[in-house]
């Protein structure tokens, strides 16, 4: 257990409204990833932050920004959500970042009408 | 582009036979690859890993197995147990640069092992 909690665990929202995604570590690492995962296409990096207010983009990044005001907590938002976006997202940690294992949190199911 | 591919979307197996599941790559520059299982509505856990440096661990009942020059590694499940039953991905990453560990994951393979 690496100690990461998601919230809300399940929404569903509709087209146009923003929509933010928690995750939550306990254990103060400083690697932190969000990646969605659809049918046919595994998980795909959305998101990452390498420390405090450090973040770039992954592979899927348009639509979606991400903040990380505290080492425990990284938020991703879905500006004005489609329904392109309903997926399940996940966060992820990982102690030293390369070459390093990366522990998921249990998900977030987004609908978006 | 798809970096890493896991070209059989299924495997069925008997309990107590052996389950082999593969995954290709294309990025050279990958030196570290992950296999993680999936239950229904939870999230991934790690399995295990290979370093670029090695063409084998082991770690039980499983071993992956990496092949460079092919571009190619493999898991191996020995003996195969219905709770094994699940979504199987790779993964793979760079520790060079500013890679910061990302991963690129395979399609994943659904193992279902039957009793």
């Known amino acids: 257990d690496a100690g990461i909690t998601q919230s809300p665990r399940h929404k569903v929202t509709e087209t146009g409204t923003p929509v933010t995604l928690r995750c939550h570590q306990t254990?103060?690492?400083?690697?932190m990833y969000w990646y969605r995962q659809d049918p046919g296409h595994g998980l795909r990096l959305i998101h990452y932050s390498y420390g405090v207010k450090d973040t770039d983009k992954g592979e899927v990044s348009d639509g979606y920004s991400v903040s990380r005001s505290k080492t425990e907590d990284f938020l991703l938002t879905l500006e004005s959500a489609t329904s392109s976006q309903t997926s399940v997202y996940f966060c992820a940690i990982s102690v030293r970042g390369a070459g390093d294992t990366q522990y998921f949190g249990p998900g977030t199911r987004l609908t978006v009408l | 582009d798809q970096q890493v591919k896991q070209n059989s979307p299924s495997l069925s197996v008997q309990e107590g036979r052996i389950s082999i599941l593969n995954c290709d790559y294309t990025?050279?520059?990958?030196?570290?690859f992950l296999w993680y299982k999936k239950y229904p509505a939870e999230g991934p856990t790690f399995l295990i890993s290979i370093s670029s440096i090695k063409d084998k661990n082991e770690d039980g009942r499983f071993t992956v197995f990496l092949n460079k020059s092919a571009k190619h590694l493999s898991l191996h499940i020995v003996p195969s147990q219905p709770g094994d039953s699940a979504v199987y991905f790779c993964a793979a990453s760079s520790a060079g640069g500013t890679s910061y560990g990302k991963l690129t994951f395979g399609q994943g393979t659904i193992l279902t092992v039957h009793p």
């Open positions: 254990e103060n690492h400083r690697y």
């Open positions: 990025n050279s520059m990958f030196d570290y």
